[in-house]
């Protein structure tokens, strides 16, 4: 059974500065790995796709990377802004299954 | 173009009545994805349905749920004799491919 890890539950840096946020999971054998937010009583936005044979994937000032064999994602974001508080949450869907697993998120705070 | 909906935004009920959750895709998707995000459990899959067939109904946490999805487009989560710990928001997401999912603001429900 795949199991997603996000550690810190909680983060807050001062704005302008650099940040990375985990993501691990159990189950190498991941088709996809997608990064969302959540911004407070909303529903989520689909930050970044990283496909299973893909490393990174950029956006703006956003990076995510895959270490499949490791198990692990990053998402990097690039002086932080306040309107990037929010909740990240990195979900994997596994080969033969259409569902998402959902890590717990890491809850991000930007202080001005 | 308009992104997934859902109606109600909020629904509060008294135990033991039913409810129903409608959720609008985007145009032209052909899956549709419900979950559940609960404070206890985190955000959870319920039932994926491809066309109007719901091939993975596993996530539904007893017979109380059921859903269904007509012409392709519109589906309705339905929760009979609602108790107290089906309280939560419930998230629907439609995707084009087996790629990105893209998720309606949900709709959160309060059992009294």
């Known amino acids: 059974k795949q199991e997603v890890t996000q550690i810190p539950a909680a983060l807050s840096v001062p704005e302008g500065e650099n940040l990375v946020l985990n993501c691990s999971f159990t189950?190498?054998?991941?088709?996809?790995l997608q990064w969302f937010r959540q911004d407070h009583g909303k529903g989520l936005t689909s930050l970044l796709l990283?496909?299973?044979?893909?490393r990174e994937q950029t956006s703006g000032r956003l990076n995510a990377s895959l270490d499949k064999s490791s198990g692990r994602s990053t998402l990097y974001i690039a002086a932080s802004q306040p309107g990037d508080s929010a909740t990240y949450l990195c979900?994997?869907?596994?080969?033969?299954?259409?569902?998402?697993?959902f890590g717990t998120g890491t809850r991000l705070t930007i202080i001005p | 173009g308009a992104g997934v909906s859902q109606s109600p935004s909020n629904k509060v009920t008294e135990k033991g009545k039913d409810v129903e959750l409608r959720c609008d895709p985007i145009?032209?998707?052909?899956?549709l994805y419900w979950y559940r995000q609960s404070l206890g459990q985190g955000l959870e899959f319920l039932i994926y349905f491809q066309g109007n067939s719901a091939p993975d109904k596993s996530g539904l946490p007893s017979d109380r749920f059921s859903a269904e999805r007509t012409g392709g487009s519109v589906s309705t989560l339905t929760i009979q004799r609602t108790q107290q710990e089906d309280s939560a928001v419930y998230l629907c997401?439609?995707?084009?491919?087996?790629?990105?999912?893209?998720f309606g603001p949900g709709t959160r429900l309060t059992v009294l």
């Open positions: 145009s032209g998707h052909t899956a």
């Open positions: 990283i496909q299973s044979s893909q």
């Open positions: 979900a994997v869907k596994n080969f033969g299954n259409e569902k998402l697993t």
């Open positions: 997401a439609s995707s084009l491919s087996a790629d990105t999912q893209y």
């Open positions: 189950d190498s054998a991941i088709y996809n």
